[in-house]
């Protein structure tokens, strides 16, 4: 069974960093591109950053480029996501998502980590 | 920035009737390369993460109701509920994704309610 378990989320405030972290079970790692999708409270879903199976292509939302940094360990099955500079408008469930790749979708995601940036 | 617009963004529909809700993006997600429209429908349940319902625009993900399809092609695309059940109430995402530079963007949501 897929496992993705996201944690590392919090309360930070403005300029601060985080850093999320996803464990992944139930499925080969290293076979797979991993992603970030974050929801804002009662919000829609936003695309953040996406990383190649062996971390040669990566991307990111126009609203993170800069700030946010994607990265992978596989030999730990684990997806990273390090916050820089958070902004109020980074508040949001964050949700690790794995990608299958021949269709680009998301076919499996974790239940998300709460990020919260206030003073 | 490639821009889904989803229509409309709520919809009240009787059990058992028909529910339609459509999406709109600003450029085509057909892929000339492999005739695929790279354009998938999610379920998102209050509390839970989305699910994925379709996928190529019209390919239902396995263990997806057949009740469940989607249509279209290039810019405009639909997704159908034949016959709207109680489980059914969900605000439904469309996603699109785009090659150069790497994107993935998701239509705003309708929020699928019983009339």
């Known amino acids: 069974e897929v496992q993705l378990v996201e944690s590392g989320g919090g309360l930070v405030q403005p300029g601060r960093s985080l850093r999320l972290s996803c464990a992944a079970s139930?499925?080969?790692?290293?076979?797979?591109?991993m992603h970030w999708v974050r929801q804002a409270p009662g919000k829609g879903l936003e695309w953040v950053s996406g990383?190649?199976?062996?971390?040669?292509?990566?991307g990111y939302a126009d609203s993170v480029k800069g700030r946010f940094t994607i990265s992978r360990d596989n030999a730990k099955n684990s997806l990273y996501l390090q916050m820089n500079s958070l902004r109020a408008e980074d508040t949001a469930l964050y949700y690790c998502?794995?990608?299958?790749?021949?269709?680009?979708?998301?076919?499996?995601w974790g239940q998300g980590t709460l990020v919260t940036v206030s003073s | 920035d490639i821009v889904m617009t989803q229509s409309p963004d709520s919809l009240a529909v009787s059990l058992g009737e028909r529910a339609t809700i459509n999406c709109k993006s600003s450029q085509s997600v057909l892929y000339s390369s492999n005739n695929k429209n790279y354009l998938a429908w999610y379920q998102q349940k209050p509390g839970q993460p989305p699910k994925l319902l379709i996928y190529w625009a019209s390919t239902r993900e396995s263990g997806v109701p057949d009740r469940f399809s989607g249509s279209g092609s290039g810019t405009d695309f639909t997704l159908t509920i034949s016959s709207l059940q109680a489980e059914d109430v969900a605000v439904y995402y469309c996603?699109?994704?785009?090659?150069?530079?790497?994107?993935?963007?998701f239509g705003q949501g309708t929020k699928l309610e019983i009339k």
């Open positions: 996603q699109q994704y785009y090659s150069t530079p790497l994107m993935y963007t």
């Open positions: 998502a794995k990608l299958e790749v021949g269709a680009h979708t998301f076919d499996y």
């Open positions: 139930g499925f080969t790692f290293d076979d797979y591109a």
């Open positions: 990383i190649s199976w062996n971390s040669g292509s990566i």
